[in-house]
Structure formats: structure tokens, C-alpha cells
């Protein structure tokens, strides 16, 4: 019997391909001018979209100026407008910054907020969401705006409204989300392209390697003690 996510996942990233390209383009000019300009690429994903918000950071292959904007609730409260709000107090997101903010529905006031105070703090805000659920979705914030609609960036992953993609037989409801597939795709399309845009400046980005192979423990801890203060700051 076929396993139908393997066509599925070929499919919505076909799409990601043919749709996003030009906003992948975006979004790689922003991380490659905030690192240039020595600022972080920050990330944030409340609930499971926590997964796209580690994709950016501290991983092997990726930038080293990343942080991930961590909420320990784990997405219990992203439904509450002002929570966001006083969340913000406490992390440290400046101008020369990109703020990533991954919300399949986009509509709840927790990433919104955390969006609208990046950007009044003068950060970039680069948003992955699914378009085809959030523009059917009012929002739950006072302002009325979903993720997207206050963006700098829009990553649209593709994935229909719901997330859940695939339907069989005997269930209610579908089967198999897809945003953490589509939103690792973007993600690291941006970043490949972020790398090629630097090099092509004759800036060497900083990328770490895995901790697993020799020396790169050693390797990643002598890029890092430049951004040190920031990166283990909230």
C-alpha cells in the first residue's frame, strides 16, 4: 500500500519552490544585512511551532548570531492578549536584529505581540505562517491583525488550512501536519541563500559545526566568543 505523505511532502515543497522564492530572497537580504551589521537572528515559535523557531538556531550548519526566543509555557497562554507584551520586557531584541516568528494560524496574540514589540524596538520581522488558514481566520487580538499583517517578510508554507494534509478513511479528521516540514524548508532555504549573498561580499559567514565531529566543540566556541554577551542573555 503507498504511503501517501512521501507525495504529500513532494508536493507542498514543489509549491514552496514555485512560490516563495522571491520572499526567500527577501528574507536572505535581511539575515545577511543583520549579519553584517552584528546583530541576531532571532526565532521564536510558541507550541509546536517551536520546532521551525530551533530549525534557525544552534545547529549544525547554521549561523552562529542565532537565538531562540524561548516561552516556558509551552504555547499555554498564546491565546491571551498581553502576555506577549510583558514577555518582551524581558528579552533582549535590538535594531540591528531579525526577529523569526513561526505561527501556523497567526492569529494569536502571543507572536503578534511579540512581532509589534520587535518592531518598535526598530528589529526586522521575518513571519512563517500558513496564508491559506490565516487570511479565513479573524485574529485574537485587539488590533485585528494576524501574524502576516504586520510582517516586514512573509514565508508562506504552504499548508493548507488546518496543517493536517492528508485524509483516510475511517477518521474524522485529517491526518499528518506538514508546517514543520514546509517551515524548515524556508527556513534553510533563507539561510543557504543569506550564505551566498555574504561570500559574494567577501564576508565569511559564521557557521557552526556539528559537536560531534572532532574539533568542532572547539571550533564553535571561538566564533561564538564574539556574540558571547548576547547569546546567553534572554
Given at each position: 500500500?503507498?504511503?501517501?505523505?512521501?507525495?504529500?511532502?513532494?508536493?507542498?515543497?514543489?509549491?514552496?519552490k514555485?512560490?516563495?522564492?522571491?520572499?526567500v530572497?527577501?528574507?536572505?537580504?535581511?539575515?545577511?544585512?543583520?549579519?553584517?551589521?552584528?546583530?541576531?537572528?532571532?526565532a521564536?515559535?510558541?507550541?509546536?511551532?517551536?520546532?521551525?523557531?530551533?530549525?534557525?538556531?544552534?545547529?549544525?550548519?547554521?549561523?552562529?548570531?542565532?537565538?531562540?526566543?524561548?516561552?516556558?509555557?509551552?504555547?499555554?497562554?498564546?491565546?491571551?492578549?498581553?502576555?506577549?507584551?510583558?514577555?518582551?520586557?524581558?528579552?533582549?531584541?535590538?535594531?540591528?536584529?531579525?526577529?523569526?516568528?513561526?505561527?501556523?494560524?497567526?492569529?494569536?496574540?502571543?507572536?503578534?505581540?511579540?512581532?509589534i514589540?520587535?518592531?518598535?524596538?526598530?528589529?526586522?520581522?521575518?513571519v512563517?505562517?500558513?496564508?491559506?488558514a490565516?487570511?479565513?481566520?479573524t485574529?485574537?487580538?485587539?488590533?485585528?491583525?494576524?501574524?502576516?499583517?504586520?510582517?516586514?517578510?512573509?514565508?508562506?508554507?504552504?499548508?493548507?488550512?488546518?496543517?493536517?494534509?492528508i485524509?483516510?478513511?475511517?477518521?474524522?479528521?485529517?491526518?499528518?501536519?506538514?508546517?514543520?516540514?514546509?517551515?524548515?524548508?524556508l527556513?534553510?532555504?533563507?539561510?543557504?541563500?543569506?550564505?551566498?549573498?555574504?561570500?559574494?561580499?567577501?564576508?565569511?559567514?559564521?557557521?557552526?559545526?556539528?559537536?560531534?565531529?572532532?574539533?568542532?566543540?572547539?571550533?564553535?566556541?571561538?566564533?561564538?566568543?564574539?556574540?558571547?554577551?548576547?547569546?546567553?542573555?534572554?
Amino acid at each position: 500500500m503507498e504511503n501517501k505523505v512521501y507525495g504529500v511532502v513532494e508536493e507542498l515543497i514543489r509549491k514552496v519552490k514555485d512560490t516563495q522564492g522571491e520572499n526567500v530572497e527577501k528574507a536572505a537580504r535581511l539575515f545577511a544585512d543583520t549579519l553584517k551589521n552584528k546583530g541576531l537572528l532571532q526565532a521564536f515559535g510558541s507550541g509546536h511551532s517551536q520546532a521551525g523557531a530551533s530549525e534557525l538556531c544552534h545547529r549544525a550548519g547554521g549561523f552562529i548570531p542565532t537565538k531562540q526566543i524561548k516561552e516556558p509555557a509551552g504555547g499555554a497562554y498564546e491565546s491571551i492578549e498581553g502576555v506577549g507584551t510583558s514577555f518582551m520586557k524581558k528579552v533582549d531584541v535590538r535594531s540591528n536584529d531579525v526577529v523569526v516568528i513561526i505561527s501556523n494560524s497567526g492569529r494569536n496574540p502571543l507572536p503578534i505581540e511579540i512581532a509589534i514589540r520587535s518592531k518598535e524596538r526598530g528589529a526586522k520581522v521575518v513571519v512563517v505562517t500558513s496564508l491559506e488558514a490565516s487570511k479565513k481566520l479573524t485574529s485574537k487580538h485587539s488590533s485585528g491583525k494576524n501574524l502576516w499583517q504586520v510582517a516586514d517578510v512573509v514565508l508562506d508554507n504552504c499548508v493548507p488550512d488546518g496543517d493536517a494534509a492528508i485524509e483516510l478513511e475511517g477518521l474524522d479528521s485529517k491526518i499528518c501536519g506538514m508546517s514543520s516540514i514546509t517551515t524548515a524548508v524556508l527556513i534553510q532555504a533563507s539561510v543557504y541563500r543569506a550564505a551566498e549573498i555574504l561570500l559574494s561580499e567577501g564576508i565569511v559567514p559564521p557557521v557552526f559545526k556539528s559537536q560531534n565531529v572532532d574539533g568542532g566543540p572547539e571550533y564553535n566556541d571561538r566564533l561564538m566568543t564574539e556574540y558571547f554577551d548576547r547569546l546567553y542573555h534572554m
